[in-house]
């Protein structure tokens, strides 16, 4: 298949942050899928020619290649509604939008952007009566996985008991904070952490060099969604990212999890601080059944969580 992949090759478009989410997520995966890929990355073309410009390519770049599908990954209002919705309409490849966060961002993004493409997906289930809502009906419900091209378990040994990699914004700082002062040897990474930002190679070693991988379900946004009275903590990516690595994860818990991981054989929850003290220091002492654990999330990723699987399934549907 032809892919027109839209989408930025660098963390938020800053090259000196290195490579984004979406290059080792879905640009990589497509890569080792054998597909043929147009790379389209409208943040630099931007930078080079301005917006204007650059949705004028976007457009000619479809007439010219005539690509099956334009896969999409949109930031905030970079790309031209019109533009997306012509090519839709007035041409002959599928367009496909990949959201990332409805469970905070519908009803001030998505819902304005999704009937621009012949289809769109979601990782959140309570968002599907929405898409329905405002007549949309090409709406695919997935979910965050990994690229296990990429994410993969190394035999290493455990030199870290405890680790988190993410942005201690909200409560995380003041969870980490308190677990160190109960005597939990716990190290973070992230931007705004004291250790730093990781490479994504840095980040796979230490999921592989920690005993335990702590996994916080909250998003930047859910602050401002506990103020609204309507805060909703996400399967994130890091859910599977951890297992792909054949590592153990101690995560809080979030509705659904159960869908993708079965609770305390597949991967561990937390539903509170102390629930989550006692169970870093009961894994931390018994590593047999850490490991147990560990290696049945890690199979369970490989049978039905890989970025391969997922959009094999969504291009099965598209393509049908």
Wanted: aromatic residues 16%.
């Amino acid at each position: 298949m032809k892919i027109l992949y839209v989408a930025m090759e660098f963390d938020y478009g800053f090259r000196e942050r290195g490579k984004s989410f979406e290059e080792s997520a879905f640009y990589e995966t497509f890569k080792a899928m054998g597909h043929t890929i147009i790379r389209f990355d409208y943040m630099e073309l931007i930078k080079v020619h301005g917006k204007y410009k650059m949705n004028q390519l976007l457009r000619d770049t479809v007439d010219r290649d005539k690509p099956d599908l334009l896969f999409c990954v949109l930031f905030k209002d970079e790309i031209d509604k019109n533009v997306i919705t012509a090519i839709t309409k007035e041409t002959a490849t599928k367009t496909l939008s990949w959201f990332c966060d409805d469970q905070w961002r519908f009803d001030a993004f998505t819902r304005f952007w999704a009937p621009s493409f012949t289809w769109s997906t979601t990782t959140d289930i309570f968002s599907i009566p929405k898409y329905k809502s405002i007549g949309y009906k090409n709406v695919i419900l997935t979910q965050w996985g990994a690229n296990h091209y990429i994410f993969k378990k190394n035999n290493v040994l455990k030199k870290y008991d405890v680790t988190f990699i993410g942005q201690p914004y909200g409560d995380r700082a003041k969870i980490i904070d308190k677990l160190q002062k109960h005597g939990i040897n716990i190290q973070n990474w992230g931007t705004g952490a004291k250790n730093g930002r990781l490479t994504y190679d840095e980040v796979i070693n230490v999921f592989n060099e920690s005993k335990i991988n702590l996994n916080f379900s909250s998003s930047f946004r859910h602050l401002l969604m506990f103020w609204q009275n309507k805060r909703r903590d996400q399967i994130k990516a890091r859910n599977f990212e951890i297992p792909a690595t054949g590592s153990f994860q101690l995560a809080s818990y979030v509705a659904g999890i159960e869908e993708y991981f079965i609770p305390e054989k597949e991967i561990v929850c937390y539903k509170n601080f102390n629930e989550l003290e006692d169970k870093i220091r009961y894994y931390i002492m018994n590593e047999s059944e850490r490991e147990n654990i560990a290696k049945a999330g890690y199979d369970r990723f490989l049978r039905e969580h890989t970025y391969e699987i997922r959009f094999k399934k969504i291009f099965d549907r598209i393509f049908a």
